[in-house]
Nanobody, 118 residues
Framework: QLQASGGGLVQAGESMRLSCAAS????????MGWFRQAPGKEREFVAG????????HYSDSVKGRFAISRDNAKNTVFLQMDNLKPEDTALYYC?????????????WGQGTQVTVSS
């Protein structure tokens, strides 16, 4: 089970940190990722993180503004989002992969809504 939290409403330029708590599987054996889906659009990859936390992948749209990290002791993955833009508004999902940070992803959590006002 993956439980995402930390979403809300912020103004453009502000920051927000999302958390995703994992349970029911061996967290340290899985790569983790964040995805998002805006209204009327397909779900898109945002960021991925290897088991060790050493390899990180980002979509071009968030590179340099977002940072993914994990705490294996707490079975939690984070997404730090800085300099948020209105186009970042979406439902954000965390996911777990047995293969690696670029997927495919096997477990999905429910989303947490992020809304960025201009």
């Amino acid at each position: 089970q993956l439980q995402a939290s930390g979403g809300g409403l912020v103004q453009a330029g502000e920051s927000m940190r999302l958390s995703c708590a994992a349970s029911g599987f061996t967290f340290r054996n899985y790569a983790m990722g964040w995805f998002r889906q805006a209204p009327g659009k397909e779900r898109e990859f945002v960021a991925g993180l290897s088991l060790s936390g050493n390899m990180k992948h980002y979509s071009d749209s968030v590179k340099g503004r977002f940072a993914i990290s994990r705490d294996n002791a707490k079975n939690t993955v984070f997404l730090q989002m800085d300099n948020l833009k209105p186009e970042d508004t979406a439902l954000y999902y965390c996911a777990a992969s047995r293969r690696g940070a670029t997927g495919p992803y096997h477990y999905w959590g429910q989303g947490t809504q992020v809304t960025v006002s201009s």
